[in-house]
C-alpha cells in the first residue's frame, strides 16, 4: 500500500522549477506532503483532501487527480532552503497513512 | 510550546535487552503513531492509537509492543531488539487520522549490537 514517488532524486539551480509525483495502487482519501531536512523530523507541507479542498503551504502548490490515484507537488523558483528529501503519505479506505520512499531534492547556487 | 518529545535521542543497546522509548505530546491530540525510517524505504509505520487504550498494528509491527494508558503518552517497546530494528524512530501526534497534520517528535536513533 506504499504510495510510489517519482523521480528518486533531483538536481536544481535556484530558480529552477520541479515536479515530484506520488501515485497509488489504491483510491485515496487524502494525500500528504512532507519534507524532512538532513537529521531532522518530517514537517508539514501540505494536505490534499479528497473533493478537492486544499490546506498548505503559502509557497508550494499541489494537484490532486483523484480518478488517476496521483498526487504532484510543485516547486516553483526553487531556493536553496527548499533542499532536503520530500514525501507523499497516502490514506486509502483503510484509514491507514502510508508514505512513499522520498525524493531529494538539492538546490545549488 | 505545541510539541512532541522523544527519549532517549540516541540510544545504543546489545540483542535481547528490553528498552523503552517514550512518546510524549502537549497538544491534546488523540491520534499518536510510532514509524521507522530506513534508507530506501521511507517511513514505515509501526503501531498506531486512536485514542486511550486503542492500539493497532501498522505496516510492520513484528518485535514491538505500545500502550497508550494517558491520552499524552505513547511508548514504543522493544522487549527483545535484534540487530535488524537498528533504524531510526519518529513518534508522530495529530488531532484526526485523516485530514489534518502529523507532528513529528525530533526522532531516536537506534542501534542493537
Known amino acids: 500500500q506504499q504510495p510510489v514517488q517519482s523521480p528518486q532524486a533531483v538536481i536544481l539551480r535556484e530558480g529552477e522549477d520541479a515536479v515530484i509525483n506520488c501515485s497509488s495502487s489504491k483510491a485515496l482519501y487524502s494525500v500528504h506532503w512532507y519534507r524532512q531536512k538532513h537529521g531532522e523530523a518530517p514537517v508539514f507541507l501540505m494536505i490534499l483532501l479528497k473533493g478537492g479542498e486544499q490546506k498548505g503551504h503559502e509557497k508550494i502548490s499541489a494537484s490532486f487527480n483523484e480518478k488517476k490515484q496521483q498526487s504532484s507537488l510543485y516547486l516553483t523558483a526553487s531556493q536553496l532552503s527548499y533542499s532536503g528529501t520530500y514525501f507523499c503519505g497516502t490514506i486509502t479506505g483503510a484509514n491507514n497513512l502510508f508514505f512513499g520512499t522520498g525524493t531529494r531534492l538539492t538546490v545549488i547556487p | 510550546e505545541a510539541q512532541v518529545t522523544q527519549n532517549p535521542r540516541y540510544l545504543i543497546t546489545v540483542t535481547g535487552k528490553k528498552l523503552t522509548v517514550t512518546c510524549s505530546q502537549n497538544?491534546?491530540?488523540?491520534?499518536m503513531s510510532w514509524y521507522r525510517q530506513d534508507p530506501g524505504l521511507g517511513l514505515r509505520q509501526i503501531y498506531y492509537?486512536?485514542?486511550?487504550?486503542?492500539?493497532d498494528k501498522g505496516d510492520v509491527p513484528e518485535g514491538y509492543k505500545v500502550s497508550r494508558k494517558e491520552k499524552r503518552n505513547f511508548p514504543l517497546i522493544l522487549e527483545s531488539p535484534s540487530p535488524n530494528q537498528t533504524s531510526l524512530y519518529f513518534c508522530a501526534s495529530s488531532f484526526q487520522r485523516q485530514a489534518d497534520t502529523q507532528y513529528f517528535g525530533p526522532g531516536t536513533r537506534l542501534t542493537v549490537l
Open positions: 497538544m491534546n491530540h488523540e491520534y
Open positions: 492509537s486512536m485514542n486511550v487504550e486503542v492500539t
